[in-house]
């Protein structure tokens, strides 16, 4: 099985001598321009550059949520950009709370590439560690060779989640769960049914994993096993923390829920669908 994440030491390793792989800036900043712009100022050598919200989700709607999943013709114009090919590793990272990392992470392998890892603790761990930064545009494209093609992680649609009588996870921060307060969607509170793992349950001050046995204990304590994550479904605002909090659990060895994509900001668009606040 391959594995979720890469250490800033191993991926410095890599880089300083020249080992193959492809590094992928997952930057989300309020607009393209300076989205690339902050990447030109400063990224891990070698990286080339994301912009999330362009090359990893579709036009915002009511009827699919903030951040819905990209076409397969945005994901051939952004895999040709970057020139993935079989032969190389995808490491992904980003410079914030490494939800957007976690992103590209779920949806390359949902579009087909097999070999994603996470760098754990981003962007920011690297500085830490004093490793050099790059500025320019990035490494260009030599030679692509993978044709996306979707389905190849398990997820739910919003009529799945109506369906829904197993276990229904929710990745969202506390006080957006509980509906005491709510700054990106139209309605405060989670799906009826829903129980909150939020993704700062799961992640280290400094932004990177906890370790897979202290995973294990905190999902066990929220009844997902092994044996009851193939029926879960997990969401979040529109697909971001929830990916976050798959890898967690990937990384604890347990597998992959069904991802639901649209949610919340799918869910509560529709006045007709319930509404529930409170933990």
């Known amino acids: 099985m391959t ?45 080339r550059f994301c912009d999330t919200a362009l090359a990893l989700a579709d036009i915002p709607s009511a009827s699919k949520g903030r951040n819905p999943l990209p076409t397969k013709t945005i994901l051939e114009r952004w895999f040709k950009y970057w020139g993935l090919d079989d032969t190389h590793e995808v490491i992904v990272y980003d410079d914030k709370r490494g939800f957007f990392a976690a992103r590209a992470w779920w949806t390359l392998k949902w579009a087909g590439v097999s070999n994603v890892r996470i760098l754990d603790g981003g962007q920011q761990e ?27 992680m398990p997820t739910a649609t919003i009529q799945d989640v109506k ?27 989670h799906i009826p049914g829903a129980i909150n793992i939020p993704t700062r349950s799961v992640m280290n001050p400094k932004q990177s994993f906890k370790p897979a046995e202290e995973l294990r204990e905190i999902f066990a304590n929220h009844g997902v096993t092994r044996d009851t994550i193939a029926d879960a479904i997990i969401y979040s605002g529109s697909g971001n923390h929830s990916a976050q909090v798959i890898a967690a659990m990937n990384i604890a060895g347990l597998g992959t829920p069904r991802h639901y994509v649209g949610g919340w900001s799918q869910w509560c668009a529709n006045r007709n669908n319930p509404v529930e606040r409170g933990v």
Not at 13 to 39: C, M
Not at 126 to 152: E, K, T
Not at 176 to 185: H, I, Q, T, W
């Open 163 to 189: 369906a829904h009588t197993g276990l229904l996870i929710d990745a969202r921060e506390t006080n957006r769960f509980a509906g005491r307060k709510e700054y990106l969607d139209l309605k405060a509170g």
């Open 3 to 47: 594995a979720t994440i890469i250490s800033t030491d191993e991926l410095e390793y890599r880089v300083r001598t020249g080992k193959k792989q492809i590094v992928l800036a997952s930057l989300w900043e309020p607009d393209e321009h300076s989205n690339y712009e902050h990447f030109k100022a400063g990224h891990i050598p070698t990286a």
């Open 126 to 152: 690297w500085v830490r560690r004093d490793y050099p930064m790059a500025a320019g545009p990035g490494n260009p494209c030599v030679y692509d060779n993978i044709v996306p093609s979707s389905g190849h």
